[in-house]
């Protein structure tokens, strides 16, 4: 946990289900079945779709393949992710990895990834 997150963090959304990404998110049914759940397009509606319930400056969705069972294929195996973050409606920063491991270290490695991104995104804007 980090001190005083609600100071710059407004909230987030844990959302695994295809059909909750729909309903909640608003991200189209035909996103889902041509890209599947854990890909650079369905991460970007994800973002766009918490644009529209969250108040805040940036937008970060994140999809991935942490265990085996998902849409994962030769050319996209686990470890996997998928990193999409808005800003006002535009493209802020995306970026995939293949990140190798336990279900631990991917998530691990993902929110390190995400949180440089950021950083070095904060950095560029200043």
Not at 69 to 81: D, I, L, R
Request: aromatic fraction near 8%.
């Amino acid at each position: 946990m980090i001190d005083h997150a609600g100071e710059f963090l407004n909230g987030g959304i844990a959302c695994y289900d295809a059909q909750l990404k729909e309903d909640l998110l608003h991200v189209n049914h035909e996103l889902i079945k041509t890209y599947t759940p854990e890909s650079m397009e369905v991460t970007r509606a994800i973002s766009l779709g918490l644009s529209q319930l969250i108040p805040a400056d940036i937008h970060i969705g994140i999809t991935g393949l942490t265990p085996p069972g998902g849409s994962e294929t030769k050319e996209k195996p686990v470890g996997t992710v998928f990193i999409y973050a808005s800003s006002k409606g535009e493209l802020a920063f995306s970026e995939r990895f293949n990140f190798k491991g336990e279900r631990e270290e991917i998530v691990s490695a993902t929110v390190d990834a995400c949180t440089s991104l950021l950083i070095d995104y904060l950095g560029d804007i200043d």
